[in-house]
């Protein structure tokens, strides 16, 4: 009996390993074949295809780190904005494996029924590996091919929606999700996953309420376990974003209360409590609720982010207080999770940004921010921005500290200085946490010193200062080797634990990083450091009248320059008033006067008009020819100027046509007529100096000399044309006889390029411009600088920089760039007015300017500087300039420096915009 059994058994075994692989040779749309194709794909294929993809997706889930500060993504996916960043199509054995498997029901079980779910399995796993266009055009192409079936239609469209989602066709993607909605509509049944993709859309559309209606549904009709509980933690993000605290609590506790993955149960367990205290309006103890978390050991790895709950509980509640307090101690736990560390960098940079008003504080724990940020991180440019900005404020801070300092010390005896500058210039280890009170928002408790306040007509400090910024680096550098030893620059140079070669690298640079021992062959180096940084500091004292004066200058100028940018760079007008009034009370009798009292008007005016109306009064009857008196009297002054000054620069471009036509007595009637007409504008220096040039064409060199000497008897502080005209009178006079010999006094050569000296041309010369090249700025029209911060060279940020065709590769020539973006002005004068100044203020520097035109720009560049530090110098010097050497509108230029190798990249508008945003970010 048994072996009957078992021969049938074989015979039966035998008939279906036939069928099978008839099946697999066979390709023949008879029923026997098209049943033995459906059998195989099925359990062979499709089967084994899902078994994959749920795997993938389980090991996904283990390793997909969420960003809980904000709303979590409906499915396991990356950004949109970062997908740019991926290498899609890498190497991936399961997924590869299902493209195989669906490639393979494709090409062999063309007869089944399970075509449309091997194209979805397609789409699917290049979905996963991030090549989101070719999974989009399997998606469409089972969507077209299959539209008789409504369900794979609507997932088809679902994953297409997702796919352009992912590639950031977001308008796009959303009338694909209408198209499968009104399908679904048809189907009479609610699929989950295309609501939870419409809800998706809707998150990232800031359409929070329909997207919590469609994740209601999604909800209800979900499957998948995991999905549902991550859904609901989502839909508890949205209702309290909304404000509906009831039912968030309540989708809360429900995650929390589910088998969630811990991470998920521990958030959602933090805000059913923080939302709690929201709804009952409790204030919350250090030993109760959300801080009884810190209890239970299982929480050890979220200590951080239970702290920084806290902390956004306080500030809820306004006590911000407390609420940095938190912060600072969510930031100290983070070790691992730098993610969480970045928050609350970025939330205690908001307090004294928004709150503290401490701009210097604000602006630290901004740079911290963005040096652990992942770009990606929503509104990280703006936090770029931010403390980009605020960088402006802490150097003039930091001059203000330092002048003070000076000056205290320099109003000592002199024998007590040398003890007190050693005193003041010892390496801290504790530094100081007493705030200064005379300059509002310097410091405060808990934090570095900043500043030294020092009254006018006092010797005494208000604080201690110590050199830990930018603008004293020598003296925190002494102080460095002096605690840590010749670290060399690396990454992680405070690593603790090193390994065997890492701590071999260090030995070799001189110093043991393990335990922070500088060796004994470097501390003669320290000493000389510290003798010289001493040195410097006293050379520096203001010890004569004229240096005190300067000094005051110097803190005068940061003040103006710090209340002027809160004021327009900050819209902070409070702050504004508060530094303008400081500036006041400590010297009431400063050059910008005028400026300020305005200031103060302007920021008054609306809100305390008693105020307003004595800092009006007070520009009215000090300063009645001021622009400001005359805006105040007349608000349209300002745009009257604007076109005053277009048509005075268009008259000086018809009076250089002219010279250049020589049509000198037309020169001298035109420029006489202008400076009659605006004897007191700033282009008069310039006319006079056309004047004198074509009488010098003309006339013999006595009459030459007197047009030159009237030059530097009526505009004595010009900077373009007075430095020049004084070397011509010095040429003149050397070789005056040859000159008196001359039938007129300037032989006629190319008009363009008038010389009365010969230049040298030294090699590689530094250009040194003439002192206080920028003084004569007026107050009125001094601008805020907005200065960057060069960003550390290990900041991951940096990694995610679009590749650009520039380079900031070190280069042995430099260009100064003015980029005209119009090709139909003519730059003949403004080309004259460069050489003036080149000539005038770098009479021994072997400078040169040349146009290159392009489509549609002009670009005059100033050749050549041997290293970027040399342009950056000749930048500082003629950008207060610029203004009245361009005789074209202000909008229609911009400067900038650029390498010789980067210059020959620029072929039209876009690569110089193109360069400009590069510039702006590297330099």
């Known amino acids: 009996m048994k072996n009957n059994i078992r021969k049938a058994l074989y015979f039966l075994i035998f008939i279906l390993s036939s069928l099978f692989i008839c099946g697999c040779v066979a390709n023949k749309d008879t029923a026997v074949d098209r049943k033995m194709q459906n059998l195989t794909a099925r359990y062979n294929y499709i089967y084994n295809s899902n078994v994959l993809l749920t795997e993938y997706n389980e090991g996904l889930l283990q390793t997909y780190s969420d960003n809980y500060e904000k709303i979590l993504s409906v499915y396991l996916d990356p950004e949109p904005q970062l997908t740019l960043t991926l290498t899609p199509g890498a190497a991936n054995k399961p997924l590869d494996e299902i493209i195989f498997k669906g490639q393979t029901i494709i090409n062999e079980k063309s007869f089944s029924n399970y075509i449309d779910d091997a194209y979805m399995l397609l789409g699917k796993a290049n979905y996963l590996k991030g090549n989101y266009f070719i999974a989009s055009e399997y998606f469409d192409y089972t969507a077209k091919t299959y539209s008789s079936n409504l369900k794979t239609f609507i997932m088809a469209m679902n994953w297409k929606a997702r796919s352009q989602m992912e590639l950031n066709n977001m308008a796009y993607a959303d009338k694909i999700l209408d198209t499968m909605l009104r399908a679904q509509d048809e189907l009479k049944k609610d699929l989950p996953e295309p609501l939870a993709t419409t809800a998706q859309m809707r998150i990232y559309q800031k359409r929070n309420k329909e997207a919590i209606l469609l994740l209601e549904s999604a909800i209800k009709n979900a499957d998948e376990k995991q999905l549902r509980i991550r859904w609901q933690y989502i839909l508890a993000q949205l209702q309290e974003k909304e404000n ?152 003039r801070y930091t001059l203000i500290s330092k002048e003070d300092t000076l000056q205290a010390i320099a109003r000592l005896p002199e024998t007590e200085r040398a003890a007190k500058i050693k005193e003041y210039l010892r390496p801290k280890v504790e530094v100081s946490t007493i705030p200064n009170t005379n300059v509002q928002s310097l410091n405060s408790s808990g934090f570095p010193a900043q500043s030294v306040s020092v009254s006018a007509s006092s010797g005494t400090t208000a604080s201690t200062f110590y050199f830990n910024n930018n603008a004293a680096i020598s003296n925190g550098f002494a102080d460095f080797k002096k605690r840590w030893g010749n670290r060399p620059l690396e990454d992680n140079w405070r690593q603790s634990v090193r390994t065997s070669a890492q701590e071999t690298n260090q030995v070799l640079a001189g110093g043991n990083i393990a335990n922070g021992i500088t060796p004994i062959n470097n501390t003669a180096n320290a000493l000389a450091d510290q003798t010289s940084v001493e040195k410097q500091f006293s050379d520096a004292l203001p010890l004569t009248p004229a240096l005190v004066a300067a000094s005051n200058q110097k803190i005068i100028d940061a003040y103006f320059e710090i209340a002027s940018f809160y004021q327009q760079e900050l819209n902070d007008k409070d702050e504004a008033n508060k530094v303008y009034l400081e500036l006041l009370k400590r010297f009431p009798d400063n050059n910008h006067l005028a400026a300020i009292y305005y200031s103060l008007y302007l920021n008054y005016k609306g809100n305390e008009e008693g105020k307003a109306s004595e800092y009006r009064q007070l520009v009215l009857t000090k300063f009645p020819e001021s622009n400001f008196a005359k805006t105040i009297l007349d608000p349209s002054y300002s745009s009257k100027q604007d076109a005053l000054e277009n048509a005075i620069n268009q008259s000086y471009n018809l009076a250089f046509d002219a010279y250049a036509k020589k049509d000198y007595p037309s020169v001298i009637k035109q420029s006489n007529d202008n400076i009659a007409a605006y004897p007191n504008n700033d282009l008069a220096p310039q006319y006079a100096y056309l004047k004198a040039i074509a009488i010098g064409r003309t006339s013999k060199v006595n009459a030459l000399l007197t047009e030159f000497n009237l030059i530097t008897t009526l505009y004595p502080n010009d900077l373009i044309i007075t430095p020049l005209v004084r070397d011509h009178l ?76 520039f380079s900031t590769a070190t280069s042995n020539t430099y260009y100064y760039v003015i980029d005209v973006a119009d090709a139909s002005l003519t730059l003949s004068s403004s080309r004259f007015g460069i050489g003036q100044f080149n000539r005038g203020n770098y009479p021994d520097n072997d400078l040169a300017h040349k146009l290159v035109e392009l489509d549609d720009d002009q670009l005059i560049y100033v050749t050549s500087f041997v290293d970027l530090e040399d342009a950056k110098i000749y930048e500082e010097s003629i950008k207060g300039q610029l203004k009245n050497i361009m005789k074209v509108p202000a909008t229609k230029y911009k400067s900038f420096i650029i390498s010789k190798e980067n210059f020959e990249k620029l072929t039209d508008r876009t690569r110089v915009n193109e360069y400009l945003e590069f510039y702006k970010n590297n330099y």
């Not at 149960?265 to 919350?284: D, E, M, P, T």
């Not at 250009?767 to 805020?784: G, L, Q, S």
């Open 244 to 395: 509906d605290f009831q039912n968030a609590f309540i989708n809360y506790t429900k995650v929390e209360n589910s088998n969630a993955p811990f991470e998920l149960y521990f958030h959602a367990n933090l805000q059913r409590i923080k939302v709690r205290a929201l709804i009952s309006g409790y204030k919350i103890n250090e030993d109760k609720a959300l801080l009884a978390l810190l209890k239970d050991d299982k929480n050890t790895d979220y200590t951080d982010q239970i702290y920084y709950q806290v902390g956004e509980l306080f500030s809820k509640e306004s006590n911000f207080a407390k609420a940095e307090e938190n912060y600072q101690k969510s930031a100290q736990k983070s070790i691992k999770n730098v993610n969480q560390k970045a928050l609350s960098y970025l939330r205690i940079a908001d307090l004294n940004f928004n709150e503290f008003k401490n701009y210097i504080k604000a602006k630290a724990y901004y740079d911290s921010t963005v040096n652990i940020m992942p770009k990606g991180f929503p509104d990280y440019d703006n936090i770029v921005k931010k403390s980009q900005n605020l960088q402006y404020l802490s150097d």
């Open 730 to 805: 010095k040429y003149i006079e050397a070789n005056l006889e040859e000159f008196k010999q001359r039938p007129v006094a300037l032989v006629d050569f190319d008009s363009n390029e008038p010389r009365f000296v010969s230049q040298s041309k030294p090699a590689d010369i530094k250009p040194k411009p003439i002192e206080n090249i920028n003084a004569a700025v007026t107050p009125e029209k001094k601008e805020v600088v907005t200065k960057t911060i060069e960003k550390p060279a290990e900041n991951k940020a940096d990694a995610a920089k679009p590749l650009s065709i």
